[in-house]
């Protein structure tokens, strides 16, 4: 008798997710008699989501549309418990898959436990150990580690921290990342000529900005945790401004969060600044054609320590601590808070040492060969079998 066809509910809500889930969802696609694949969005964010899932062809086949204006953590995670619920009850999946650490995928996962439905969890046992830093995001993840049946670890780092919470070890499959896979995918399309010039002339068009000019020297910021609101955010603002006055070769841009609070402060110090341009957030692909054009990049994002390396780009990151420990380790990433001062002597010293940029540019990526995604599906087709 054939094998019964596993069903799986792929549940994301923000462009993080959306972008290292897609290899994941393409993969599990391929397999068709083995998996029935459906993916459910809340659309925790709605405007960055949808732009990722446009890049990598994915219609939702569910929508919960959990976002309001100013939402905070209890109305999102109260609106997708209850709106997982619903939809648990009515697809009745074999398995749940999250990625990360956001209030989605905890909420989705709680609910699934509830109801009793296996937990994959993609990008599992990152850790910092800071209850607060980052935030709410530490604490999601180790939620997901006592909740989550299948744990999918990046690294053999993360692999560790899920045996010291006690998961067992034959719940552990190191995979690599995907977000790598997703890199990968995207840079295929960038090298077409075709491509590349389509994103100069939109950089050209929408935000007025000439970046076929290969000596113009360009730091690229991103900055939107929630730990950094408020006295963190205006000192990023003021390194900015501080390194745009003594760099004045340098052009920095900044694809701007639509977080209400982000807008407000950012926009409040550094609209009109001179070398400095506020732009909308971009879509992922976009988003990668620029971090190619990048000589530094800037942030306190999580995805992009892991996917500035891979293009030899050099990471500092705007956080106390960081749950992706790798990067350091390698040399391609380096820790510099939200002191105005060390920003910007991080920031100069790296402009100004041609032989510490190139030895931070040159590591080797610790993130996988961009075959997680593959890993991951085959776990899943064995395990999901068994059950």
């Not at 995979?175 to 994103?199: C, E, F, V, Y």
């Not at 690229?220 to 929630?226: A, D, E, F, N, Y």
């Not at 407000?264 to 988003?287: C, D, H, N």
Request: hydrophobic share 45%; charged share 25%; glycine share 6%.
């Amino acid at each position: 008798m054939a094998a019964r066809r596993m069903n799986v509910l792929v549940v994301l809500g923000t462009r993080p997710e959306a972008i290292k889930l897609a290899p994941v969802i393409s993969r599990l696609r391929l397999n068709r008699s083995s998996f029935r694949v459906r993916v459910c969005v809340t659309a925790q964010h709605r405007q960055m989501l949808d732009q990722a899932l446009a890049i990598f062809r994915i219609s939702p086949d569910l929508d919960m549309d959990v976002m309001r204006t100013d939402q905070d953590l209890f109305e999102i995670s109260a609106d997708v418990i209850m709106g997982m619920r619903r939809i648990l009850l009515a697809e009745k999946p074999d398995a749940v898959v999250v990625q990360g650490d956001t209030t989605t995928a905890f909420a989705a996962a709680l609910a699934a436990f509830y109801l009793r439905i296996p937990v994959a969890h993609v990008e599992a046992g990152l850790r910092t150990h800071e209850k607060y830093f980052p935030f709410p995001e530490e604490v999601n993840r180790c939620l997901l580690s006592v909740l989550a049946d299948f744990h999918f670890a990046p690294t053999e780092g993360a692999r560790r921290n899920l045996l010291s919470s006690g998961v067992a070890a034959g719940k552990i499959w190191v995979t690599g990342n995907t977000a790598i896979d997703a890199l990968h995918m995207i840079r295929r399309r960038l090298r077409a000529p075709r491509s590349q010039k389509r994103w100069l002339e939109y950089f050209r068009k929408s935000f007025a900005l000439e970046l076929d000019d290969e000596s113009q020297r360009i730091l690229l910021v991103t900055g939107h945790r929630r730990e950094n609101f408020g006295r963190g955010l205006r000192q990023i603002c003021l390194a900015l401004q501080e390194i745009a006055r003594l760099q004045p070769q340098l052009l920095v841009i900044y694809p701007l969060h639509l977080n209400p609070q982000v807008q407000k402060t950012v926009r409040s110090m550094l609209q009109g600044q001179t070398r400095i341009r506020l732009i909308e957030p971009l879509a992922y692909e976009p988003f990668v054609f620029l971090m190619e054009r990048a000589y530094l990049i800037l942030t306190d994002s999580g995805g992009i320590q892991e996917e500035a390396p891979t293009l030899g780009k050099p990471v500092l990151v705007m956080r106390r601590e960081t749950e992706r420990p790798e990067g350091l380790q390698a040399g391609g990433v380096r820790l510099v808070g939200t002191s105005r001062r060390a920003i910007v002597g991080r920031v100069l010293e790296l402009l100004r040492d041609e032989g510490e940029y190139r030895r931070m540019a040159r590591v080797t990526h610790p993130y996988g060969d961009g075959r997680a995604a593959q890993r991951i599906a085959a776990v899943l087709a064995n395990v999901l079998e068994k059950l």
